[in-house]
């Protein structure tokens, strides 16, 4: 049987963890250590992903503010917050352990470990395509992965007592966002083990059940280690780089460059309101958001929809919006793909892409 090693760095600031990130999948594909499960948790940090611009991503004021540290991640995605409410778990594997580089077989496999383990706290977790767990169409954590040559890391929050209205004030969106309505509408999306089981787990006990689901997963045993000594030079090599204004700002786009645009229109099945963060260099809808007054069932398919049309080229507009409808059944009366597709196009057609190259 393979042994593994666990290891618990602690709450450590947003830079550190980043730095402890490049250290240990270094290690890993440099072969210096075993594969590895990490337990971690941040201070309050915004998290932006490799490629993002601060300006363009947070709320830099209000970060400010509540001194939450802005911080680059050394993977790609969208912005994110951290703080003590979360507990963030990492797996540093070799492609080997894997018998695939199928990051789609990949998540779905760890993902369903990692359920297990949050089951056993007394809920029904469960894996969703394509990489989030949830309790009753909720979500509970999310994950994603990446390789650095034969070496995998891959990452997982647990949400124990998650404040989401703090988590959308960091993020630049739009005032509608944070209405109240919104808000509430956002925390219906997510699930807190708090709140689920009526009190704070313990995290030993977390640590316990993933370790067992883990083991049980790869057919191996962990043991209690520490950070090698080569993994503290990488440390404070990465530390150097990462904990530097310069690390993030490694992109520095301008907000202007990239809008949020919004429109609503009244349709048979209620009003649709959309905004949009859109890319005028690359003509790609970023993200969009949307809300309103309307039925739909199950009540996952909004945010579904909004994940679906990330990073979208806008020529491809509608025909993501039929492809994600046609694979699913949902109830919405009378409102129609076609009417997701209109309201964005008219947020499209604001006059701050006049500008657009």
């Known amino acids: 049987m393979d042994h593994w090693r666990v290891i618990d760095t602690g709450l450590r600031p947003a830079a550190q963890n980043i730095a402890l990130n490049r250290a240990l999948l270094e290690a890993r594909q440099a072969e210096e250590i075993p594969s590895t499960l990490r337990f971690l948790r941040f201070t309050p940090s915004a998290l932006l992903g490799y490629h993002q611009s601060a ?70 977790a469960r894996f969703r ?17 990446a390789f650095d040559g034969d070496a995998l890391m891959f990452q997982g929050t647990l949400l124990i007592e998650f404040d989401v209205e703090k988590m959308l004030r960091v993020l630049r969106i739009t005032a509608e966002k944070l209405s109240d309505k919104a808000i509430a509408s956002a925390r219906e999306r997510v699930a807190n083990l708090k709140d689920l089981l009526g009190h704070r787990p313990e995290a030993a006990q977390i640590r316990s059940y993933m370790v067992e689901a883990f083991e049980s997963e790869f057919g191996v045993e962990f043991s209690e280690g520490d950070l090698t000594l080569s993994e503290q030079q990488r440390y404070k090599d990465a530390l150097r780089e990462i904990d530097h204004p310069d690390w993030v700002g490694l992109v520095n786009r301008p907000a202007s460059d990239m809008p949020i645009l919004e429109a609503a229109q009244k349709f048979a099945g209620g009003l649709l309101r959309a905004a949009v963060t859109y890319d005028l260099q690359t003509r790609t809808i970023r993200q969009v958001w ?5 039925f739909i069932q199950p009540r996952r398919t909004v945010a579904d929809l909004e994940a679906a049309l990330r990073d979208l080229p806008v020529d491809r507009l509608e025909q993501r919006v039929n492809a994600f409808f046609a694979d699913r059944r949902v109830d919405m009366l009378t409102l129609s793909p076609a009417d997701f ?15 657009a190259p």
């Open 341 to 355: 597709v209109t309201v964005v196009r008219l947020a499209l057609k604001q006059p701050l892409l006049a500008s």
């Open 55 to 124: 300006e363009q991503e947070l709320n830099l004021d209000y970060c400010r503010e509540q001194g939450i540290a802005i911080q680059r991640r050394i993977t790609g995605g969208g912005a994110i917050y951290f703080d003590e409410t979360q507990i963030g778990w990492e797996l540093y594997l070799h492609k080997r352990e894997l018998g695939t580089a199928d990051m789609q077989l990949i998540s779905q496999r760890i993902c369903h470990a990692a359920a297990t383990a949050i089951s056993a706290l007394g809920v029904d």
């Open 290 to 294: 949307f809300t309103g007054d309307m």
């Open 129 to 145: 395509p394509r990489n989030d767990i949830e309790v009753d169409g909720r979500k509970i954590s999310g994950t994603g992965g």
